[in-house]
């Protein structure tokens, strides 16, 4: 009976939103970072600037959580959700370092490609946050999200053979697959955000 007195805090979706706009803007950056590599030391400096306010948000949803007698959602979802989404953009963050780290100076149109479907993947978790009250809505952007995926999967067994083919150089074959497996791991990254969505949203239907 108190707990329908007690007004929930309902500013968790804002900051949900404001967390996955953040994504959405790293992703961005990262794949402008592999188009136009030139800009690499500016657009590295950019991702790591809103990893930090990514970063200060996801402590203030702790925060906000400690401080809520009553939540909208189950306190650990809310903690699994912005975790998860914090996790892409570190995960975006650290590929971005390792273009830095490894010296590439010229990018291969695989990883182009996979950006690609990271930005388009961040896209659509934003859309799917924004509708976390719409089970239907999350169910289409989660389908979406998995096709995008497979696609991911196949850019990466593609572009990890392609660089053991004929006679490889060692050295590039150890930058790119290092290169190829952070972006892999950032589009399953996002996969896992997109369930963590849906979930939420169909237990609190």
């Known amino acids: 009976m108190l707990s329908r007195l007690i007004p929930r805090d309902e500013q968790f979706f804002d900051l949900f939103n404001q967390l996955a706009g953040h994504l ?27 990893e930090h306010l990514a970063d200060q948000l996801t402590l203030t949803i702790s925060t906000r959580i400690d401080k809520s007698f009553i939540t909208p959602i189950d306190r650990e979802d809310i903690h699994l959700l912005a975790s998860r989404l914090d996790d892409v953009i570190d995960r975006l963050d650290g590929t971005a370092r390792r273009v830095v780290m490894l010296h590439i100076n010229e990018v291969r149109e695989p990883a182009k490609r996979m950006a690609h479907v990271v930005l388009r993947a961040a896209e659509l978790i934003g859309k799917s946050v924004a509708a976390i009250k719409r089970p239907s809505e999350v169910a289409t952007q989660t389908a979406a999200i998995k096709l995008l995926e497979e696609e991911g999967d196949a850019l990466y067994h593609d572009a990890v053979g392609a660089l053991f083919a004929g006679k490889p150089d060692p050295i590039e074959v150890i930058r790119w697959k290092e290169i190829y497996e952070s972006l892999e791991q950032a589009i399953d990254q996002c996969m896992g955000v997109a369930l963590a969505v849906q979930s939420i949203s169909l237990k609190n239907a």
Do not use: S
């Open 24 to 50: 959405r803007t790293t992703a961005q950056l990262l794949d402008q970072l592999f188009a136009e590599p030139n800009r690499t030391t500016e657009l590295v400096k950019q991702i790591k600037d809103v």
